[in-house]
């Protein structure tokens, strides 16, 4: 079956622009998360989703990083205003049910990249 | 705050040769533990993990790693590496407490295999 997807693969932006990452999860995966690796910082995690809902969005950089799940399916991950330390890679994971003890699958990511 | 830390950024290993990969977590209790490859280009795969019992866990690929909770440690070892195993490696924690389901990864070592 297919794995986690994203797109768009790179993203090229300039400074003061919003931006939309999306996450396609693993058919049946009801958990879905957001991370961002970036040099220096290593991977962070930024939110999961259990279904739609997001528990805890307190990982979120700012309040111009924001994220939806719809259908418990697709996820967006939506950053305002872009700025320059946003540029990073944002991995998108899912795993068959909520809790660490499950495998989290991850997709290839998206480059962003904030001129 | 659970945190995790892997003191070596890179490695260089000759071809044939055994490796040891480093990682020394923090949290208050028993933490479910991770070891993730990240191929250029790919995006993270699983090796193994850890949640309680026999401390040596095999995973894929001819890893194995150990958990020593005496030292906080879970080091990734391989009894001769390959150059496909040339990678960024990335050792992680995860909340065995019921709490947030993001897990919370080193900062990665990247090896390097001689020919």
């Known amino acids: 079956g297919a794995g986690v997807s994203q797109s768009p693969s790179n993203k090229v932006t300039e400074k003061g622009k919003d931006v939309e990452l999306r996450c396609d999860p693993i058919?049946?995966?009801?958990?879905l998360y957001w991370y961002r690796q970036s040099l220096g910082q290593g991977l962070e995690f930024l939110i999961y989703f259990q279904g739609n809902s997001a528990p805890d969005k307190s990982g979120l950089p700012s309040d111009r990083f924001s994220a939806e799940r719809t259908g418990g399916s697709v996820s967006t991950l939506t950053i305002q205003r872009t700025q320059q330390e946003d540029s990073a890679v944002y991995l998108c994971a899912s795993s068959f049910g909520q809790g660490s003890y499950n495998e989290q699958f991850f997709g290839p990511g998206t480059r962003l990249t904030v001129l | 705050a659970q945190s995790v830390t892997q003191p070596d950024i890179h490695i260089t290993v000759s071809e044939g040769a055994s490796l040891e990969l480093r990682c020394n977590y923090s949290?208050?209790?028993?933490?479910?533990l991770f070891w993730y490859v990240q191929s250029p280009g790919q995006g993270l795969q699983l090796l193994l993990k850890y949640f309680s019992g026999d401390t040596l866990v095999q995973g894929i690929k001819g890893f194995e790693a150990e958990f020593k909770r005496s030292q906080s440690s879970f080091n990734l070892r391989k009894p001769s590496v390959h150059w496909s195993d040339a990678a960024e490696y990335f050792c992680a924690v995860g909340d065995s407490g019921g709490g947030a389901d993001g897990l919370t990864f080193g900062k990665g070592t990247h090896l390097i295999i001689q020919p």
């Open positions: 949290y208050g209790a028993t933490p479910y």
């Open positions: 058919s049946g995966h009801t958990a």
